[in-house]
């Protein structure tokens, strides 16, 4: 059996898979051409694109528990500046990436200020960043304001009020009804939301936004259970049962509520938080038992190391490189059209094969150019926490 480290590797893959994951399927080639298992569920239902966030949700909560316990789960001055202080610069890193993209594209304009300005009264208030920086926020005050028994039971509750609140505010409906999309338009403005497809037609409607970070926030707490397991249960064989035999019994309990309940990501239904966190903790679990106690290591492993050491670094740099990549000219096509370094290689894939092939290879070369990033920092020991 291999020897039980005080961090465990484990947490560092399934760290690394979501975040490899959210590059490849935010980067396709084509928008237009992709693989089902690469695109979202339209509305209803759950596909593997669908994973990758809500699992880093969790690996947030499960990490929420180590950090938290240099402070002994106890508030004090310094923890209170350390959430504040981390949580102000998720959602000004959020918004100055859309900030960038402006910049970006006014700049292959000529432009770039006039551009970045003329689309303040656009900008998105929320989102990715935005959100992780809520449910940091709200489930790190959780954590250290409730005694532990009791994080269970308030996790349970905000999933039981969320999903009455979407039974009775059409919550599940694509519509301007939905009770998440009346909120959104009414505090955020249609303006600074994101426009949401289904069904052939296009809602103001966001899926990061202000009712739908309730449950995310259940979420991120249900990963701190986790962790807090894992740092009091020392014995990894004792870890892997336990998270096994509560996974499955997550996730069987939200695949049969689903039923009434619908499962979507959009709206991050309550039984999406049950179906993903206890999809995650059985994969959690399948990799400490092959990680850390049979130490099934290799070039598979490292590779996921790589992004799962420095996470929302890799996630941040992808999101710079796809802006910048979507927006620098590097010639012109017949019609006299920019080509960009994005449009160039996905062109170059898709001369050899067809438009769904080439789209997910482009993919695939912007998560392994990440990784190089990724992994000469791994090599170094050079740790950017955000």
């Known amino acids: 059996m291999a020897k039980e480290n005080k961090r465990l590797l484990s947490l560092d893959i399934l760290r690394g898979i979501t975040i490899a994951g959210m590059l490849l399927v935010n980067n396709p080639g084509s928008w237009s051409y992709l693989y089902r298992p690469l695109a979202h569920a339209d509305w209803i239902g759950l596909s593997p694109t669908d994973l990758v966030f809500p699992f880093f949700v969790f690996c947030m909560g499960v990490s929420m528990a180590f ?32 900030w960038f993209g402006h910049l970006v594209r006014g700049l292959c304009k ?26 940091y926020f709200f489930g790190s005050l959780c954590a250290v304001l409730f005694k532990r028994k009791f994080i269970p039971w308030l996790a349970g509750i905000i999933l039981v009020a969320y999903a009455f ?9 694509f519509s301007l009804e939905n009770i998440i999309a009346q909120i959104d338009n009414s505090v955020l ?73 619908p499962c979507g990501k959009k709206m991050w239904s309550s039984t999406f938080v049950m179906i993903t966190c206890g999809m995650a903790m059985c994969i959690q679990a399948m990799l400490i038992h092959f990680v850390d106690i049979k130490g099934k290591r290799g070039g598979w492993s490292r ?46 894939f898709n ?23 990724g992994h000469v920092l791994y090599k170094k020991k050079i740790y950017i926490k955000i």
């Not at 998720?90 to 859309?98: D, K, S, T």
């Not at 609140?165 to 409906?173: C, M, R």
């Open 67 to 98: 950090s938290l316990k240099k402070f002994n789960y106890k508030m004090s001055g310094p923890l209170m500046w350390k959430i504040v202080r981390r949580t102000v610069i998720l959602f000004l890193i959020g918004w100055l990436v859309q």
């Open 303 to 348: 590779f996921f190391e790589s992004f799962g050491v420095n996470p929302l670094a890799l996630y941040l740099l992808g999101t710079i490189l796809a802006i910048l990549f979507g927006a620098i000219p590097i010639g012109h096509n017949a019609e006299g059209d920019n080509i960009t370094i994005h449009s160039a290689v996905y062109n170059f």
């Open 189 to 261: 403005g249609t303006n600074h939301m994101y426009h949401e497809w289904a069904y052939g037609e296009q809602l103001s409607f966001d899926p990061e936004g202000i009712l739908s970070t309730l449950p995310c926030i259940a979420h991120v707490l249900i990963g701190y259970l986790v962790g807090r397991m894992i740092l009091s249960v020392h014995n990894n064989t004792e870890r892997v049962t336990k998270m096994l035999l509560w996974g499955t019994l997550m996730l069987l309990a939200g695949w049969l509520l689903q039923y009434g309940i």
């Open 110 to 135: 000529g432009d770039p200020f006039v551009e970045a300005v003329n689309n303040l009264d656009t900008l998105r208030y929320l989102g990715v960043f935005q959100r992780l920086a809520l449910v």
């Open 165 to 173: 609140i979407l039974g009775f505010g059409n919550g599940y409906e």
């Open 351 to 373: 001369s050899f094969c067809n438009e769904y092939t080439a789209s997910a290879l482009y993919a695939i070369a912007f998560v392994l150019l990440n990784w190089v990033i």
